[in-house]
């Protein structure tokens, strides 16, 4: 194989009550990436379309993160990357993870897979460092592997790919504005108190007990979010509208996306989904705020080959 | 049916990074409990071997959970208790719960079973509130329901049973001092640090996820506990020593059960649990506390009927 063709999902991190632990993989909305095998050693980003990025590799995330990559794996050649942008950087639905994951996802393929997707994870995670200036897992983690995902620990670092029930749907709603993630993080309280603690990771519990029994009921009472939600819902305007619009449509829980502006919810089914994709744009009509609509399947595998030759 | 002995298990509640949310039952260790209909209405205490125990009906744990179930359902006869205490009061492995789950799981058992399991809860619920001062339900859950349970919310209750693999034992030192519930909770900070609050939700989604997927490994690497051990273990002499003693045995986790002063470690299979269990003596044989030992695989099915006429 001389050139691959991918898909890089776009991504769901934090899921309401798994505040930096659990992500998703989205299957209906990602970049496309191209890459191949050149003669001359280096890795050049030959092409980036639909966004103003920068082209040097040590600026781009998919460089960056493709970089980390060959500097553990002996490769005399070089590789030409093409990036087609389709997640809107600062959308909060995993914009860089997804050329991070992309480069090396698709770089290993194009290699013969010499390393494991969870071995994939922290040279993906590289390109999150250039990102935000935190080499977080959340986003590439389910963008490599697909489905659910837990980042158990950073130190070792330890994601388990969890059960995803098939019927789970998610709509997204992506308004225009701009929250940066450094922002978004530092109006959190470095303190919480013991007792949202708790119902937190009771909610976290019963999530993924709720995603390996396939207990739709279980995992709606488990989307909740004690500590996060209600501190960076203000910065998404309409955000109590928004979620109760999605909840009255049948939603099985709304949260925010990364750390926003996208607000996503999670569905049983895509007529439901796609319902509730509605709710959220009447709720948003008397916002003056322009936005995007994503109604997506969980992704069960990650990034995915399109063409390869 | 007239008359019916049980099983009451003791419990261990809390389980590493589930403070207040997970709890499990075992199967060596727990009162026995003799259940009977009279004709003369109203609950009696008749005898309580193994412990000085009050007998007054609202004195006794046994008595108030079984009072608490007969209020809400029409039975114009009486019962009769009689108790042999084998778990120690204040040892940490659910003494009180035993109790009040042992009278209205078999007072349950005993009326044809109006009431499921997990509506049984609440009753034993009242239990824990007389002995404790809070109706808590990680120790009534598993006792009632057997194997691992989560209290995933209190409002409103929301019990879930988890998946136990088949070859998970315990192994439980109780050292013989006391550590008032009540004292343990009160040394606990109220605030907690966001960063630490989430490495304790990635171990309670990691320790359920190994538990449904019955990756011992997992469910090792997930028995970690960084709010409560590091306050609480100081009550209990030589904590350290234990844990280490464990670890080395090669148990997959060691923590305090329930507020202790017992502590427990889990392990793959029953000779592994052994090993442990006296690798917990040999670490105790310097301490002049002296301490009882128990070993047991975990209780699959709660309150268990030994025998009925």
Redo the contacts between chains.
Sequence with gaps: MECIRIFCPATIANIS??????GLALDGVGDEMIIRKTETPGIRITKISGQQLPLETDQNVAGVAAKALLKDYRYSGGIEIEIEKKIKPGSGIGSSAASAAGAVGGLNLLLGEPFSKHQLIPFAMQGEKLASGVAHADNVAPALLGGFT????YDPL?V?K??TPGQLHASIIHPQIEVKTADSRKI????????D?????????????GL??EDYD?IS??LEDY?VEPIRSMLIPGYDKLKAAAKEAGALGVGISGSGPSVFALSKGSDRAREVAKAFQEAYTTIAVPFEIHVSKINPEGIKILEQW
Tied chains: 1, 2.
């Design positions: 009550c798994g505040f930096d632990v659990l837990l980042v158990r620990s330890d388990i969890l059960n959190l309280k470095t303190q919480i108190s013991l007792k603690g708790i119902r937190q990771w009771g909610n976290v519990g019963g999530l993924v007990a390996y029994t279980l009472r488990s500590i």
